[in-house]
């Protein structure tokens, strides 16, 4: 053989091998680039399984907040109604109280006396031997409802344009209240008994006003009676020894 034809088959040989090796190459990119695909893919999938799962656990997350805020809402939200019901209950309760106190206290000053008038409240006068120089007035009550006195009669005897000083220490603790058919009492201190008395006079007239500007013509006994500044009225009371124990 000669050399030439050695050096064309080392050189036919030397190329195979180098195709072989390219080839091999060839395959082992193909190889990669199969790899690369699932890798490729995995990575996408990967990505996208965590997102998923991100979303997952966000939406997760957000559900249980969701609930938690739907809770908050709805206890928030009952809360309110809660509130609101037991404002509203303890409004109308309130105003349910205030409605029945309002009721008792119009059914209370339905059930208050009125004030004595002298259409139905007849005063009479009696003079007295003891105590001395004392005149006793009865107010006994001729109408059909309980009424009120005044706290004390503002008596006028004859022209006097003063009303006479009333006797503190005989004020009761509430004004006198008188029912039909019964009567409150009240004692007249005409003169001072130890003639220390100042311009007293003579008078047959007295009259007594109430408290509705309607007023009482009180007869006195026969030839009159004797006044002068020692003149003095206790307020009105439920029993006589009351009235006249000043």
């Known amino acids: 053989?000669?050399?030439?034809?050695?050096?064309?088959?080392?050189?036919?040989?030397?190329?195979?091998?180098?195709?072989?090796l390219a080839l091999t190459a060839c395959e082992g990119d193909s190889d990669t680039g199969a790899e690369s695909?699932?890798?490729?893919?995995?990575?996408a999938t990967g990505p996208s399984t965590p997102s998923a799962g991100a979303?997952?656990?966000?939406?997760?997350?957000?559900?249980?907040?969701?609930?938690?805020?739907s809770?908050?809402?709805?206890?928030?939200?009952?809360?309110?109604?809660?509130?609101?019901?037991?404002?509203?209950?303890?409004q109308k309760g309130k105003g349910s109280s205030a409605g029945s106190a309002n009721g008792?206290?119009?059914?209370?000053?339905?059930?208050?006396?009125g004030k004595c008038s002298a259409a139905d409240v007849k005063i009479t006068a009696q003079?007295?031997?003891?105590?001395?120089?004392?005149?006793?007035?009865?107010?006994?009550?001729?109408?059909?409802?309980?009424?009120?006195?005044?706290?004390?009669?503002?008596?006028?005897f004859g022209e006097a344009q003063a009303v006479p000083p009333v006797a503190e220490a005989t004020k009761p603790q509430s004004l006198t209240g008188v029912a039909p058919g019964e009567a409150g009492y009240a004692g007249v201190l005409l003169s001072a008994g130890d003639g220390s008395g100042e311009n007293g006079y003579e008078t047959s007239t007295l009259t007594v006003p109430f408290e509705d500007g309607s007023i009482a013509t009180v007869a006195l006994p026969a030839g009159g009676v004797y006044v002068d500044t020692a003149l003095t009225v206790t307020y009105w009371q439920t029993d006589v020894d009351a009235a006249l124990g000043f």
Not at 1 to 20: I, N, P
Not at 55 to 69: E, F, H, L, R, W
Not at 131 to 153: D, E, F, I, R, V
């Open 71 to 90: 809770g908050t809402d709805s206890h928030g939200s009952a809360g309110s109604s809660g509130e609101a019901g037991t404002s509203g209950s303890g």
């Open 37 to 43: 695909v699932p890798s490729s893919s995995a990575a």
């Open 1 to 20: 053989m000669s050399a030439r034809t050695t050096r064309t088959r080392l050189f036919a040989a030397t190329t195979v091998a180098l195709a072989a």
């Open 127 to 156: 003079k007295l031997s003891r105590p001395l120089n004392h005149l006793l007035l009865t107010a006994t009550n001729t109408g059909s409802k309980t009424c009120m006195l005044p706290p004390y009669p503002a008596a006028r």
């Open 55 to 69: 979303s997952a656990s966000t939406g997760g997350d957000k559900a249980p907040s969701g609930s938690a805020g």
């Open 104 to 113: 008792g206290d119009t059914d209370s000053q339905d059930d208050m006396p």
